[in-house]
Structures are given as C-alpha cells and as structure tokens.
C-alpha cells in the first residue's frame, strides 16, 4: 500500500469551490487507485488581526480545520501570510506551522511520500517537512510556478534548491520541462505528467454550423496573461457582426475587460458569466464553436484539452505545451499574440470547420486514469529509491 500525503495551497474549498479542480481532480483519481491511501494538506493562509477580517479573509478563517471532501480527509491548517511584504517568507513560515500538524498526523496515518502539487510555496515547504519527517518528496510544475515565481527576486533560488533536493519533479508538458531545466532544475529528475480529462462527461457534440453568428468561448482567470482583452479586440475586428463571446472566469482584469467592451461597442455580444462550477464548463464549451485563449505563457491548458474532448476547436498561443495538445489542424490553431493573429486563426478554424469527433480525438490520449497510474508509479519509485 503507498500512503500519500498531498500538500496543496491550491485546493477547492466552502469559499472557493473551483480553487485548483485540476488539483483535486489528479487527486480524487490518485486516491481512487486499490493500491493507494491518501490524505490531503491544504493550508489557509491568513494575516494578522485585524486584516484577517478583511472580506477576501473573513470566508477563508471560517473554513474547518478538518472535514471529509468528495471522500478525502483534507486538513486545513492556517499559517501567516503578511500581505504584499512576505511573499518571500511564506514557504518557511508555512512550513513551521506544518510540521507538528504532520507529525500528528504520521502518527495516525504514516505516509510514505509528500506530494506536493505547485512549486511555490507548496514545493519549498515540502523540502522543509520531508527532510525534517524523513520521507521523499515530489514536487508537480503547473506552469506559472516556474514562469513566475522561478524569477522572482528572493524566490527563484528557493524553488530552484527545492526542485534540486526533491526526490522526483513533474511537468505538464515537454514545453515546461525544458523551461524547468533553463532554469537549472536537473533534466534526469523531470518525468512529463500531462494533465487528465473525465472523456464521459467532457463529450463532442453536434452543433449548428457558424455561419455568420459564431460562438467564441473563452475559459480562464481574467488576469492580463490570459489575453481576454485580445480576444474581445478579435471579436471586433471578425467579419462576423453577429459573432459573440463568453468569459467564463473571475478576476482582476474584469472591469478593464468590461470597460473594453462598452468602449468597442460590444455589450450585447459580450458576456461575462463569472466562475462557474466544473460541471456547467461540458455544456458551455460543447455550445461553441471556438475556445479562445490568447495566453501569455502555460504549461499545459486544462481549459485547451476540456474544449477539444467537447469538439470545440481551440485558437491559443505557440507558448508552453500548445503544440503538444494542439497536435493536428481539427484541434485548432496556434496564432500570435495580437488581435489580428487571434482572427486570422479563427476566421481559418471556421472556413474548413471540422467535425466535432475529429477535434475530440486530439483529446482522448488524456484521461484521469492513466495519469494516475503515472502519478501512483512515480510516487512509488521515490519511496523505493535507495536513501
């Protein structure tokens, strides 16, 4: 039996139930293998009275410390953060909160390896508590973990010396892994983990042709990397005036992306529909023609591989694991980072528009089941490896 520890700040919860689902669908998948055990560590961080009164805080102090999710025991123990002053600090002081509430639970339940499913804090942490318990550890690289925090002043050494003394790493993508070796995280250590997709219930469906009306979705946080805005000035310029578009997704940049909208005079055929649960995105991306995503930089796209299972074509940037998802011209294709590109691609999806069985079957060599089976075996070889 491998008994797995999973440590994860990226994990759903009563405030924020879509936090990290790539997370916890790898994870439900992982602790659903006969040979495995599982328990989940999803630390809440907070600050200091009285800004953990703050309404972006006040939901996440309230969470249970314990509680049984989808079947899982998840442990949410709160650590320190110190808002816009210690990022750089926020691996150690997490880690120094972590360590007792592991060491309790070890006693209970005595894991073999800690899983840890980002890079920073998650990755640095676990470095602390595997070596302090005296049990390997792996570290899983999403992509934003490696492009972002793998350059950030004060940082990057730590994930690099992480990523150096762990045991095993993991890439979502060939792209990442090379990413990962720039940044001189060892090559020998870097197995590709490509992500996982329900094909039962992310399913190609029959649709209207586009004609002139055209349905663009696009899926992901509205943060200035994934190129909404780009997406919304491509609308404009299609030579569709009945096209529309939908922004499924939450965050900083809506306002900017709604004040976009209204300047291009595209209200009506904008629309906003916030994060939803996972299980509304098979209908919304099957609805469409195209998934729209002119993002900056990825390791692999969930939202890239779901819409493609759904039939739905896919127009996104050459960056991260694009070519490796996007392998085939039914998939979609792979456009600059401007406007112009963004419409030049989907007007050529559109023009030959392919049958939504042939788009899905770029995504059928990605399940949860075998990434699973991958995770158990290179969990498992960490534990076997001699110390």
């Known amino acids: 039996m491998l008994r797995v520890l999973t440590l994860s700040t990226l994990f759903?919860?009563?405030?924020?139930?879509?936090?990290?689902?790539?997370?916890?669908?790898?994870?439900?998948?992982?602790?659903?293998?006969?040979?495995?055990?599982?328990?989940?560590?999803?630390p809440v961080g907070l600050p200091l009275w009285p800004l953990s009164r703050h309404p972006h805080y006040a939901p996440l102090a309230a969470l249970p410390a314990e509680e049984e999710w989808h079947g899982l025991k998840v442990h949410r123990p709160r650590f320190r953060v110190w808002p816009r002053l210690g990022q750089r600090r926020a691996a150690r002081d997490m880690a120094a909160v972590l360590l007792p509430v592991l060491g309790d639970i070890r006693a209970r339940f005595p894991f073999d390896v800690i899983?840890?499913?980002f890079f920073w804090p998650d990755g640095p942490a676990a470095m602390r508590l595997a070596e302090a318990l005296g049990v390997p550890f792996s570290i899983k690289a999403r992509g934003s973990d490696i492009h972002l925090w793998g350059r950030a002043p004060g940082i990057a050494g730590q994930v690099v010396e992480a990523g150096r003394r762990a045991g095993g790493l993991l890439a979502v993508s060939e792209a990442l892994k090379r990413d990962m070796v720039a940044l001189g995280l060892p090559a020998e250590k870097i197995r590709v983990h490509y992500t996982g997709i329900d094909l039962d219930v992310f399913r190609a469906a029959e649709r209207p042709p586009p004609g002139d009306a055209p349905r663009l979705i696009s899926v992901g946080a509205l943060i200035e990397r994934k190129g909404q805005g780009i997406a919304i000035e491509a609308l404009a310029r299609l030579p569709f005036a009945e096209a529309t578009l939908t922004l499924v997704g939450e965050g900083p940049a809506r306002p900017r992306l709604e004040a976009l909208a209204r300047r291009l005079g595209l209200e009506s055929r904008v629309r906003f529909l916030g994060s939803r649960p996972h299980e509304e995105l098979p209908a919304l991306l099957a609805g469409a023609h195209v998934m729209v995503l002119p993002t900056m930089s990825e390791g692999l796209a969930n939202?890239?591989?779901?819409?493609?299972?759904?039939?739905?074509?896919?127009?996104?940037?050459d960056v991260g694991g694009a070519r490796e998802a996007i392998?085939?011209?039914?998939?979609?294709?792979l456009v600059a980072r401007t406007p112009e590109a963004v419409v030049a691609g989907i007007v050529d999806v559109l023009r030959d528009y392919p049958a939504p069985a042939e788009v899905r079957a770029a995504a059928e060599r990605f399940s949860w089941a075998a990434n699973a089976e991958a995770l158990e075996a290179h969990l498992a070889a960490l534990v076997r490896a001699p110390v």
């Open 115 to 117: 899983d840890a499913e």
């Open 327 to 333: 392998d085939r011209p039914a998939a979609g294709r």
């Open 303 to 317: 939202a890239w591989v779901e819409a493609m299972a759904c039939g739905t074509p896919v127009v996104t940037c």
């Open 12 to 42: 759903p919860n009563a405030h924020r139930p879509v936090l990290g689902g790539f997370v916890a669908r790898q994870t439900l998948a992982l602790a659903a293998r006969p040979g495995v055990e599982l328990e989940v560590v999803a």
